[in-house]
């Protein structure tokens, strides 16, 4: 495996909670449960739940100030425990205190998600309208509000989605967990080592092509050999979101994602017209790409985020801290004051090792207070991921002062800041950079982008596969396998000569988040709008993104992109933001051919 730093940073969450035996730990987990049982008996004192539409009376706009404020420090508390135990589960899947007590904290939140039903058909019942007209606070929650008076029109009975609380800790939530833990603890065999599934995969970077192919075979046989009980637990979950989207009157699976993300079914059908018409040149990428790397035709898919041109070997983490700081500092002092704080203050576990989950994530643990999971592999794709979370870091900040309930960002907007500064790492790894180099920069930037605009959409065509082959009965490892390498041929074309049967199993998402996938490309590519605002005029851009990153729980996405001028619904708009790509497909094809 590639070479990097033997002591990447992990992080530390022990100004959080001392530890899960910490008295500090029992007292918060012991508050809780309280608090929760406090806003119980509040919503049965104010009667909080639906009923036939009525003015309120004093009473009820009284009564809508003190469930507003209860709701709001019962979820901060939420907030808090489940990012600390989140945080131990998620990076050492054998801490069986961990888990047992996340599997806990779910049980005893549980009623939560039926009070959160029953306010919504209070709201409903009284009206957003009237209620915000008649208090200052509710005003300051009427997006909120008004979102919770829509969401009450798909709502089951209380006893209903009681019942639905409770049955999804044993269901998907725990059906979740069984991916993660599983997948935390899955080994793959590579020469004859058993090596953690993090450190497999982060060989498809690695600079020897003998040694990127093994690891992608014996990744392959891994998921293969654990395929069963995935193959289970995706049943399971996607049978239960199905069902409970029929009995709360959604017409399909995608509907209510739209809904939540606050995107009309017209934006998203505009920006996957424009994403789909681009993929020819997509695979002109990838056939440039494998004629450098030597193979007649298509690119094998081992050999997807191999490295081309010279990216000066191995990159250390401290390099790779100082690219982003750098970056982070042409645009503001606030970012990079951001990045500086989250490496001080431990914010980041980078380490690829055994028992730690794949990928990458930020979560907010409290105001202004993140952590961010890497696993560095000595690439520069993993600086500009580095970037990417930082960016996530940095879009909870500009929410700190946001109580729970006006912070809630759809994930088509939670990506705005992180694809916003993965871009600003791309413009400047650019720059100055010729030749080779800059052949291997350019790559490197489009392996993300192929993933963010061509795999994204086959993972979104696999998704709605397998919801319509769901509700006519379960699905084996080989029909989930079939349906996923349909969807890679529908989007990469000829341009692979192999594909990823289990990407299935890979992906965490989809064992967590319905149609997890587009809001990705969504965010790409308006990040990329957002960048050619910026060019155009930075001063008026740092005037007005900040508080634009401060209201993705206040706005739909139309109404926060037309702050800046742009359209979603407009495929217009996405071509644009893709003909940036196109640009730098033409570079590199000229740049691997020898035409430049």
């Known amino acids: 495996m590639r070479a990097v730093d033997a002591t990447l940073p992990r992080w530390d969450v022990s100004n959080v909670f001392p530890s899960l035996t910490s008295r500090e730990f029992a007292a918060a987990h012991e508050a809780l449960g309280a608090a929760v049982s406090r806003l119980r008996a509040l919503y049965d004192e104010r009667g909080v739940r639906g009923g036939d539409r009525r003015a309120p009376g004093p009473a009820e706009l009284a009564g809508i100030d003190e469930v507003i404020a209860a709701t709001n420090e019962v979820l901060e508390a939420v907030r808090l425990l489940n990012a600390y135990v989140h945080a131990l589960v998620t990076t050492d899947a054998r801490d069986d205190e961990a888990a047992r007590l ?4 779910q049980v005893e939140q549980a009623p939560l998600d039926a009070l959160t039903a029953r306010l919504e058909g209070w709201v409903a019942s009284l009206g957003a309208d009237a209620l915000i007209a008649g208090s200052p606070l509710a005003a300051d929650h009427a997006y909120p509000l008004r979102r919770a008076e829509e969401s009450a029109a798909h709502r089951m009975s209380d006893a209903e989605e009681d019942l639905l609380g409770e049955l999804s800790v044993t269901g998907s939530k725990a059906w979740a967990r069984l991916h993660g833990s599983l997948t935390a603890r899955l080994h793959a065999t590579v020469d004859g080592t058993a090596l953690p599934m993090t450190v497999v995969r982060g060989m498809a970077t690695h600079p020897d092509a003998t040694t990127r192919r093994r690891a992608y075979e014996a990744e392959i046989a891994a998921w293969a050999d654990a395929a069963v009980p995935l193959a289970a637990a995706l049943n399971a979950i996607k049978g239960e979101v199905d069902a409970v989207n029929r009995r709360r009157g959604w017409p399909d699976a995608l509907t209510p994602v739209l809904w939540t993300n606050g995107v009309g079914r017209d934006a998203l059908e505009a920006m996957q017209d424009a994403a789909r ?16 790397l030597g193979h007649d035709g298509g690119l094998p898919w081992h050999d997807l985020f191999a490295p081309v041109g010279d990216a000066g070997g191995p990159v250390a983490w401290d390099t790779a801290t100082t690219a982003v700081e750098g970056v982070f500092a042409g645009y503001s002092p606030e970012l990079a004051a951001l990045a500086r704080r989250a490496l001080d203050e431990s914010w980041v576990d980078a380490e690829p090792r055994d028992g730690k989950e794949g990928g990458a994530y930020c979560m907010s643990v409290r105001e202004g207070e993140s952590r961010v999971l890497l696993n560095f592999d000595g690439s520069w794709d993993s600086a500009s991921t580095l970037a990417h979370e930082l960016g996530h870091a940095y879009h909870n900040t500009t929410l700190a002062l946001r109580t729970p309930l006006q912070r809630r960002t759809p994930m088509a907007l939670a990506e705005t800041a992180s694809i916003f500064c993965e871009t600003l790492m791309a413009a400047a790894s650019l720059e100055g950079a010729t030749g080779a180099q800059r052949l291997a920069r350019l790559d490197t930037d489009l392996v993300g982008s192929c993933q963010v605009v061509v ?13 319509d082959h769901r509700r006519h009965g379960t699905l084996g490892v080989a029909e989930l396998c079939t349906l996923m390498t349909d969807a890679q041929a529908a989007t990469y074309g000829d341009a692979l000569s192999s594909v990823h049967p289990y990407m299935w199993a890979v992906k965490p998402h989809y064992y967590s988040t319905s149609f997890y996938n587009w809001p990705y490309t969504f965010g790409l590519l308006f990040g990329i709008g957002l960048y050619a605002s910026y060019r155009a005029d930075p001063q008026a851009f740092r005037a007005g993104y900040d508080e634009l990153l401060a209201s993705t729980g206040l706005a739909g996405a139309a109404e926060l992109a037309a702050r800046f001028g742009i359209d979603v619904t407009s495929t217009a708009f996405w071509r644009s933001s893709l003909d940036v790509i196109r640009a730098r497909i033409d570079e590199f094809v000229a740049l691997a051919t020898g035409e430049a």
């Open 277 to 292: 018409e681009s993929f020819p040149d997509f695979r002109r990428y990838l056939r440039a790409k494998a004629a450098v």
């Open 455 to 467: 795999d994204i959409d086959s993972r979104f065509r696999f998704e709605q596969a397998v919801f």
């Open 102 to 105: 996340r599997s806990q904290l």
